[in-house]
């Protein structure tokens, strides 16, 4: 038998650049759809430039590499030491300790990974009048949200241990969780309050398994599952994470119910913010101070209106913004005035604020490492707590020792790193650059002109004004003005409006204005368009989902490649594209989520029925999966335009959508797979 | 590495019976029978297993088959794609002198004379183990009696071969043409490989320890022939990996490689099955009288070698691992593998490996006297050894 060595120096940096190439290649692939799409979608069909292209790459590049570490960290080092506990654990300790620990690690995962962000993003356009219930939940009872979200994804860890350990099936389990989950979910929504939770729980349930809680629970359940088998299962491992996406949705909606006994009916915003209504709306708030801050960052003139009582104190609390600092900040808190006046602001507010310059200031390049830090101790925070976690009960409990520590401690660093430049990319690049589509794509439904900025002209002279006549004899009044585009001096006519001139003072204030995408008559075309965008974005950002591909490559080994990898995450695209675009019709259309919601999972318990209970369990867990750090800043900031667009009153269910759907494509996949692989079969062989 | 077994078995086994027999341990002569059924005939495998009492190992593994498709366009031809189906693989011993009558048993519940159920097979092996399996050989003969009518004959004279190959995803290619040279329904599955790995320190991360196996059961007077025309037509190469042939004493092979419309009243699959089954062997598919050799890369052939199998948890692997160090051995493959015990609690685990290395024969003896001091040392006890002349 040949001896073998290791390799010199030359050959190990030709090892070392091979293997990074393959991977690096490989995540290169997963994101470029994504990218492409965003970025022709931006230039093509709504015709915008990108803002600064470079930083945006720079950002993309972070993410490809950050795919490439973090997953590679995962396979190295949470995975094993995860698949390690799991196989040991059911040998020296009994099922108490082992729901314990699963309950202690669920709890853990939640706050190490914490959605309650995304959560509170999503819900950034609720409005304390409408929703005061929902709003409570995120503002008030934040952290007791994220308890209960921790205590529902402890006790689904525990449970799906327990089903390890003594192989109980997974359809009987989804039979009895499902439906009282959508019997609470119908009760809910004949409640003018407890409707507005719905899609918060739902989406709680989407968001929690986060993206490294999911190899690493999945390695567990793996581990559990061939420890303590009583027969041999490929799906065997499975099924923690739809758990742990269904006990959340309970944990929120018994939550809301508690909280619901003590919180006023909805009211209309001039009713709620009226001194008649201040006894009401202090059961929302703590103070005054939050109240007035709530009305201007998320209220309308009709609501500042009521609130001040009578016009000249409105007129006055407005001019104050400008001109006094701390009834800015009281007003305001650290909401940018200049955003204020261009987002939220009247066209009678933005005149009463005319002088304010509304110049934003774009990402300076300080702000990189600031990101860079803070996502380095998010990253921290969501791998260290959890893999010290296993590797004490590894070490001081069940006293095994890991065979390749070097390898499992640079699979950690790995993931570390890897997660830090992978959500680093995403708000510098990623996000950025879906950021910029998500603003811009309501100019895709809008029936009306939107103002996007001002500019004041002083001094106007009203002699330079001029007419001109159309084709068919109508006369508009005209005036020139001149730009300076680096060294060339280019004139162009602008109609002049009255309402826009003041003469005592001689100056003009020029509204630039968004077209809307279409003519307002086929304006309908925008949410074809819109809904389209939603489709392709899904899918393309969940093919580089790092959760999605850990579950994809434990599926492929665990079925020695008869399910492949590509696979898995073509058919969840798919379906997270379709439940991405159905969550988002329900905001443009404004019907209920529980329209959507209910039936959904009625179809997914049916075609459970139709599948084998391995398969199942891999389908739902494929579901609970999807939403991760690529897709949700994406989703996101797609929501927040629209919703910002459309007022609605919060972009919750997207997720949750997004969720069932890819369920319905797996089991759909894997029925029809079945189906037909029998049917091949059997033309002889029966 | 090739293997051929040119040196008589019985003489060899002779020879380490004296041997083992000195060590003092406690051995036994059985059969280990192999079996891998369409998923729907788990349970009726399992449900006669029952019956017995035998330690059943477990490993996941899936088939492969060449599905054609007419195209809707005639004109370009079929359209072809292999189609996989997830397995589970089922090994368990029994004594040698039960191993037909287990095999028949087992293609008898499950209709195995269809093309298309599955593989069965046994090998006559050597076993050390703490448990002897127990098998009611009247409970057998009532269940072939019942089933007299049936045509069933099996199979004898088969070669087991396995494909061990390092280059990820090129087993479907290697699988692929041993479907077109109509070999047999071929098995894929996984094992790890790391003692080259661990000599690399930490720029092993970069070798990924993941083989791929594909396992063919054919005639044995082809196996030589068929071994040189895949190594032609997959052009393996120096390094890509290794071959290992073994006798399989008796079984059913499962020949139904092709999917698809059938336009005929028999498939050549039946066909096959149907003459194997009346002239009771395989000797009649014998391809050519001339010995193919490979054109290409020149194999190391290694003969007079065994296959030595350790059974155990997953982290006893490194008994074995210490063993073969001390005989200056490389190329354990090890697969994860779970035990079909019917345990009372939980205090053994089920997560196994089946960790393999294939030895000159002379030095078998000495290494399994390694992997017993090994155990020993380590104070285990719960293994079994598995040895293949």
């Known amino acids: ?686 | 590495m090739l293997s051929t077994e040119n040196i008589s078995q019985a003489s060899i086994e002779n020879e380490w019976i004296e041997n083992f027999k000195a060590m003092g341990k406690e051995f036994r002569l059985v059969s280990r029978i192999t079996c891998f059924l369409n998923q729907e005939l788990d349970e009726t495998l399992l449900d006669m297993l029952k019956q017995f009492d035998v330690d059943v190992f477990v490993e996941s593994g899936r088939t492969v088959r060449l599905l054609v498709n007419e195209s809707v366009l005639a004109i370009l031809g079929a359209n072809t794609k292999l189609q996989s189906t997830s397995v589970n693989v089922y090994r368990f011993t029994v004594p040698r002198d039960l191993s037909y009558k287990m095999v028949k048993s087992i293609a008898l519940a499950c209709n195995l004379e269809l093309p298309g159920r599955g593989t069965v097979f046994s090998q006559d092996i050597l076993e050390f183990s703490k448990k002897v399996n127990y098998v009611d050989e009247e409970k057998l003969d009532a269940f072939i009696a019942k089933n007299e009518d049936s045509e069933l004959n099996l199979l004898s004279e088969l070669s087991y071969l396995v494909f061990v190959l390092s280059n990820n995803s090129s087993a479907e290619k290697l699988a692929k043409l041993a479907i077109n040279l109509g070999i047999c329904v071929p098995l894929l599955t996984y094992g790890e490989s790391n003692d080259v790995r661990d000599k690399m320190g930490l720029i092993r991360i970069t070798v990924s320890p993941l083989k791929e196996l594909v396992h063919l059961v054919l005639p044995e007077q082809d196996s030589q022939n068929i071994i040189s025309l895949l190594m032609d037509e997959f052009q393996m190469k120096k390094g890509a990996g290794a071959i290992y042939n073994s006798p399989a004493t008796s079984g059913v092979v499962d020949t139904r490689m092709l999917l698809g419309k059938q336009n005929s009243a028999a498939s050549v699959d039946q066909v096959i099955a149907a003459i194997d089954g009346l002239k009771n062997d395989t000797k009649w598919r014998k391809r050519t009288d001339v010995d193919i050799k490979p054109k290409g890369f020149t194999p190391i052939l290694a003969e007079d070698q065994c296959e030595i199998a350790l059974i155990s948890e997953d982290d006893d692997v490194e008994i074995f691992e210490k063993a073969c160090k001390k005989q200056d051995k490389l190329g354990i493959i090890a697969s994860k593998i779970t035990s079909l015990g019917n345990r009372a609690d939980i205090k053994v685990s089920n997560a196994l490996a089946k960790s393999e290395i294939s030895v000159d024969s002379q030095n078998t003896v000495l290494l399994v006297a390694d992997i017993f001091n090994v155990a020993e040392e380590k104070n285990k006890s719960n293994f079994r050894i598995q040895i293949l002349p």
């Open chain 1, 1 to 686: 038998m040949p001896q073998e060595t290791a390799p010199d120096f030359k050959d190990s940096l030709k090892l070392i650049f091979d293997y990074a190439k393959v991977r690096v290649i490989e995540q290169a692939k997963s994101i470029a759809f994504i990218i492409s799409y965003l970025v022709l979608f931006q230039l093509l069909i709504l015709r915008v430039p990108l803002e600064d292209a470079l930083a945006t790459a720079g950002g993309l590049a972070l993410v490809v590499f950050g795919l490439a570490f973090f997953l590679e960290g995962l396979v190295l080092g949470l995975m094993p030491i995860g698949e390690r506990v799991g196989v040991k654990l059911p040998t020296k300790a009994g099922i108490i300790v082992i729901c314990l620990f699963g309950i202690v690690l669920g709890f853990g995962a939640t706050f190490a990974e914490p959605a309650i962000s995304a959560l509170k993003l999503a819900g950034s356009t609720i409005t304390a009048w409408d929703s005061p219930l929902l709003f409570l939940i995120l503002e008030r009872y934040s952290e007791v949200l994220v308890i209960c979200v921790g205590t529902g994804v402890g006790l689904a860890v525990a449970l799906g241990l327990c089903r390890f350990y003594y192989s109980w099936a997974m359809k009987p389990i989804i039979y009895a969780v499902l439906p009282v989950l959508l019997a609470l979910t119908l009760f809910a929504s004949f409640d003018d309050n407890l409707s507005k939770i719905i899609g918060l729980a739902w989406d709680c349930g989407a968001v929690t398994t986060g993206a490294v809680t999911v190899p690493l629970v999945l390695a567990l359940g793996i581990g559990v599952s061939r420890a303590a088998s009583k027969g041999s299962s490929s799906g065997g491992g499975f099924g923690i994470i739809l758990l742990a996406s269904l006990f959340p949705v309970l944990a929120v909606l018994l939550l809301g119910m508690v909280i619901n006994t003590h919180v006023p009916k909805p009211a209309t915003e001039k009713d709620f913010f009226s001194a008649a209504g201040r006894t009401e709306a202090l059961k929302v708030f703590n103070s005054e101070e939050e109240i007035v801050q709530h009305l201007f960052t998320r209220g309308t003139e009709e609501g500042r209106m009521a609130f001040f009582g009578d016009e000249f104190s409105y007129s006055a609390a407005i001019k104050s913004l400008a001109e006094n600092t701390d009834n800015r900040k009281r007003f305001l808190g650290s909401f940018p005035l200049n955003k204020w006046i261009l987002n939220k602001a009247s066209d009678n507010e933005r005149n009463l604020l005319a002088d304010v310059n509304l110049t934003e200031n774009s990402l300076e390049s300080g702000q990189t490492i600031e990101v860079l830090q803070g996502e380095a101790v998010a990253g921290l925070q969501a791998v260290i707590p959890l893999t010290l976690l296993l590797l004490l009960v590894l070490i001081l409990f069940l006293r095994e020792k890991l065979k390749y520590k070097d390898e499992v401690a640079l699979g950690i660093a790995f993931t570390v790193f890897g997660m830090t430049l992978l959500t680093s990319g995403i708000q510098l690049g990623l996000g950025s650059l879906g950021n910029e589509v998500g603003s811009h794509l309501p100019k895709a439904f809008a029936k009306e002109e939107k103002f996007i900025d001002r500019v004041v002209i002083n001094d106007f002279d009203s002699t330079l004004l001029y007419k001109a006549v159309s084709v068919s004899g109508i006369q508009k009044t005209f005036f020139n003005v001149y730009d300076q585009i680096y060294d060339r001096e280019i004139v162009r006519p602008i109609e002049f409006e009255p309402v826009r001139y003041d003469s005592a003072n001689k100056r003009y204030v020029h509204a630039i204005v968004e077209q809307p995408l279409f003519d307002h008559k086929y304006y309908a075309l925008g949410f074809v368009v819109v809904l389209l965008f939603a489709f392709g974005m899904g899918y393309g950002a969940t093919l580089a989902e790092p959760a999605l591909n850990a579950l994809g490559m434990t599926v492929e080994e665990l079925t020695v490649g008869a399910l492949k990898r590509k696979q898995i995450v073509q058919v969840v695209s798919i379906g997270v594209a379709a439940g991405i675009t159905l969550g988002l019709s329900r905001i443009l259309f404004g019907y209920p989520l529980v329209f959507i919601l209910v039936p959904s999972y009625l179809i997914l318990l049916v075609l459970t029925y139709l599948s084998e209970d391995e398969f199942s369990a891999i389908a739902w867990d494929s579901g609970g999966v999807t939403t991760g750090p690529v897709t949700v800043p994406l989703v996101l900031a797609m929501g927040l335009g629209i919703g910002n667009e459309l007022s609605v009153s919060d972009g919750f269910g997207i997720l949750a959508m997004a969720s069932a759907f890819p369920v319905i494509t797996v089991l759909t996949f894997g029925i029809l797979s079945k189906k037909k692989q029998k049917e091949n079969l059997d033309t002889n062989s029966k």
